[in-house]
């Protein structure tokens, strides 16, 4: 079963792989506070730019995972989140300053144009 919840979108501003270098070590220190590796992928690692920045978040150590905890520390405003308790994922795409940030937590999607 899959569940989705989507708000209304405003425009952000594009990543670029400049800008988001500079934000992971922050990100990733918050992420490993709450129990996660943090891992980038996506258009703006593969292409150097993107309309958001994606981010894996993977279990680490034996630290108990809470991605709640994590969204609320993290904050900005949801804008799309996705759900699927069949694979155990889960992802929530944030905007906060101006940017988005897309969270995957648990397992992995299948890639795009596959059945």
């Not at 919840?5 to 952000?12: G, L, M, N």
């Not at 980038?40 to 981010?55: A, H, I």
Request: hydrophobic letters at 40%; glycine letters at 10%.
């Amino acid at each position: 079963m899959i569940a989705a919840i989507t708000v209304a979108t405003t425009p952000a501003r594009r990543w670029t792989l400049k800008e988001a270098a500079e934000v992971f070590p922050a990100l990733s220190e918050l992420a490993e506070e709450h129990g996660y590796r943090l891992l980038m992928f996506g258009s703006v690692l593969n292409k150097g730019e993107g309309d958001d920045l994606d981010l894996q978040m993977a279990p680490f150590k034996a630290t108990e995972q809470s991605e709640v905890r994590f969204l609320a520390q993290f904050g900005g405003v949801l804008k799309d989140s996705r759900i699927d308790v069949r694979r155990g994922f889960r992802r929530f795409k944030l905007l906060r300053d101006g940017r988005l940030y897309d969270f995957n937590f648990g397992g992995f999607w299948k890639p795009r144009g596959t059945t």
